[in-house]
């Protein structure tokens, strides 16, 4: 299994999903990927032992976090998948984690993770999706904004169609969406931006909200580098890379307006952010090396 995720315990599903492999892998024949790949994917399921695994990184969420969570627990309650919430402090200082810690005593469902010191929204997000057990790992942001029950329409549509990534999408058009008009203006140019710059046939990259299929993950987050807000683009970058081509875009609900604003910094960073993952996919071919070192086939030549 690739380095970067830890395999989980076995499980009494794991005869089913060898199986299923072993089915799948017959069906395709040599199918898309290597075959070295395609038996890494198919042990990376069967060392799940949980339907589900959410992260959900936050920094000096405030009053927030508390009840954000305690949707999130409920709609996966109610969702009837085995799964774990992985809470991840990205160095936080407002008391939050002690907050959190407080609220939730004796969830076993529920883990949570504090980094020392404030690294970037990616770095809280790798570190997370690491740690899980899930045959679909993903994250939903905690600030509220998104309704935590997406959780469980996204949990219905992978059981359906397996996708290599689900992700919510603001473009859909059965979204419920209302942000600011400048909001929306940046949206637009920087997935024009998307487009131009990497062939992504993605309509928003950004949105708070992914699952990614196991097998998907385990080939990717090891070649991952950013560790601010342009990791959700990197995962598709890298994923499409590599051959994984079935993003599901799905639609998506806020419950109010945006409460941050967009800065020019913030703007100038993820520029920044994008402009390095060109130049590590374009000139470098970064992501095409094998993660334990060296020059590795590349499987599935996506361009």
């Given amino acids: 299994m690739a380095a970067g995720l ?12 060898l199986s299923w492999g072993r089915r799948r892998a017959a069906r395709r024949g040599t199918g898309d990927l290597p075959a070295e790949l395609e038996e890494r994917a198919y042990l990376a399921l069967a060392e799940a032992d949980l339907d589900l695994t959410v992260v959900v990184p936050y920094y000096n969420p405030g009053k927030l976090l508390v009840p954000t969570m305690e949707r999130i627990l409920e709609a996966l309650d109610s969702s009837g998948a085995s799964y774990e919430v992985i809470a991840v402090s990205d160095g936080s200082t407002d008391g939050s984690d002690q907050e959190l810690e407080a609220a939730f005593p004796g969830r076993s469902e529920l883990t949570r993770v504090v980094l020392a010191r404030n690294q970037g929204k990616g770095a809280a997000l790798r570190l997370g999706l690491a740690r899980g057990r899930g045959r679909y790992l993903g994250f939903i942001d905690a600030d509220g904004d998104l309704d935590p029950l997406l959780l469980r329409s996204f949990q219905v549509m992978v ?14 058009p059965l979204s419920e969406v209302d942000y600011p008009l400048l909001r929306r203006v940046y949206s637009w140019g920087y997935q024009q931006l998307v487009r131009a710059g990497f062939r992504l046939n993605i309509r928003d990259t950004q949105t708070g909200i992914k699952l990614v299929r196991r097998d998907v993950l385990a080939a990717v987050l090891p070649r991952m580098l950013e560790k601010r807000f342009a990791f959700d683009l990197e995962l598709f970058v890298i994923a499409r890379r590599l051959g994984y081509k079935r993003f599901l875009e799905a639609p ?8 941050s604003t967009v800065s020019w910094r913030s703007v100038y960073r993820s520029l920044l952010d994008t402009a390095a993952i060109f130049y590590r996919l ?14 590795g086939d590349r499987p599935g030549r996506a361009r």
């Fill in 6 to 17: 830890e395999p989980a315990t076995g499980g009494p599903g794991r005869r089913r999903w």
């Fill in 159 to 172: 059981t359906l169609y397996s996708p290599d990534i689900i992700l919510g999408s603001k473009r859909h």
């Fill in 252 to 259: 998506i609900r806020l419950r109010h307006q945006f409460t």
């Fill in 282 to 295: 374009r000139i470098l071919h970064y992501y095409d090396r094998d993660p334990a070192g060296g020059r």
